[in-house]
């Protein structure tokens, strides 16, 4: 059981029984309180979320006949009732309505005793939002990393190229022959790209964070014309919006560049299909509901879909498409798509990719008030 939950149905063994339990409902995971045989005294919303029934359906009948194989659990619950023991953990597979049954979800199921009281307590976690969560945290500790590297590495870097530049400089100054001065200008050029290189890494992390009214399609909208106007034939982009997204506050400066970054990352892959003429690009746009985010449930959120249909990114760098200096083209900064994780995650949201060949799908999800 997670630290939120312990802390919560510690709360419930001091409080009143209606007010403690509504607390459950704050959190993100399924929790239900169940008398030792099986009977469903509370299901949080989650609960009601997931199995797409009322709360009074779902408290109507019985824990176990949400199972498939429910006598592993049924033992469980009953040995943690009577104290055998105070905590056990177990795969389970819980049923969802639906025609037919509905589709088994896998879940850890996680039983627990309650202080004071002869219920026990249930805690769901599907399989699928752990391995999501820990993928979310995972890339947040990734991004964490890469901005001390960025840092430390600037540093390293800015003051050797300084004095490279200069010497250049004194050196041309010296030199007579134009064929030499061809070379100092060489290196001079270089470290000016370099320069500009580090600039680039750094930005993201110096910039303020301008908060106003965001509203995504006129984000879209912009970048579609910047697309366009750069790759004016052979090359649709597509709108397929949900016009009910309410605005939301965010830096839109970011949030348009982000969103450029990646739709002129796929414009530049799809170079072999603008020729032939059926390059696309789709901006999608759809409202989530109960989305957990780094550990936080938000009630709505901002999906934002950047879709095309070409050749996919490369198998070897999938795993790593965000991090700094990564590149799938020939000549690409590999500063692009790490720019672009910075500044959703500044919104407090995820950027994921899906790839194979023919189809390339980035997923930007960012919570709403």
Not at 244 to 267: K, M, T, W
Request: net charge negative; hydrophobic share 40%.
């Amino acid at each position: 059981m997670n630290p939120s939950a312990q802390s919560v149905a510690s709360e419930v063994a001091r409080a009143d029984a209606a007010e403690a339990y509504a607390a459950f409902d704050h959190l993100a995971t399924m929790v239900a309180v169940v008398s030792p045989d099986g009977r469903c005294v509370f299901a949080n919303a989650s609960f009601e979320n997931v199995l797409g029934l009322s709360r009074r359906s779902v408290q109507r009948g019985s824990v176990f006949d949400w199972f498939v194989e429910a006598h592993t659990l049924r033992d469980t619950v009953a040995a943690v009732a009577r104290n055998d023991f105070s905590t056990s953990r177990m795969e389970a597979l819980l049923r969802r309505p639906g025609p037919t049954g509905g589709d088994a979800l896998p879940v850890h199921a996680i039983v627990n005793q309650m202080d004071g009281s002869p219920h026990v307590l249930l805690e769901l976690v599907e399989i699928e939002q752990q391995t999501r969560q820990d993928r979310e945290e995972r890339a947040l500790g990734q991004a964490k990393a890469n901005k001390e590297l960025i840092r430390n590495l600037a540093h390293e870097i800015k003051n050797p190229l300084g004095g490279i530049r200069g010497a250049a400089q004194l050196l041309e100054m010296e030199v007579e022959s134009r064929a030499l001065t061809e070379y100092t200008q060489v290196i001079i050029n270089e470290a000016d790209r370099l320069q500009a290189l580090v600039d680039r890494l750094l930005a993201p992390h110096r910039k303020p964070h301008v908060v106003s009214d965001v509203n995504i399609h006129e984000v879209c909208e912009r970048v579609r014309s910047l697309i366009l106007a750069e790759f004016p034939r052979g090359l649709q982009v597509e709108r397929d919006y949900d016009v009910s997204i309410p605005d939301f506050r965010g830096d839109r400066e970011q949030l348009i560049q982000a969103v450029l970054n990646i739709a002129h990352n796929a414009a530049q892959a799809l170079a072999e299909r603008i020729v032939a003429g059926d390059a696309c690009i789709t901006l999608r746009t759809r409202i989530a509901r109960q989305v957990t985010l780094g550990k936080q449930r938000y009630r709505l959120a901002l999906e934002l879909h950047i879709e095309d249909n070409g050749p996919g990114v490369p198998e070897s760098i999938r795993e790593h498409i965000f991090y700094p200096l990564v590149s799938g083209r020939d000549g690409g900064s590999g500063l692009g798509l790490t720019l672009a994780q910075t500044f959703v995650q500044q919104h407090q949201g995820t950027i994921e990719c899906e790839s194979e060949p023919g189809r390339t799908l980035f997923k930007i999800v960012i919570p709403l008030p």
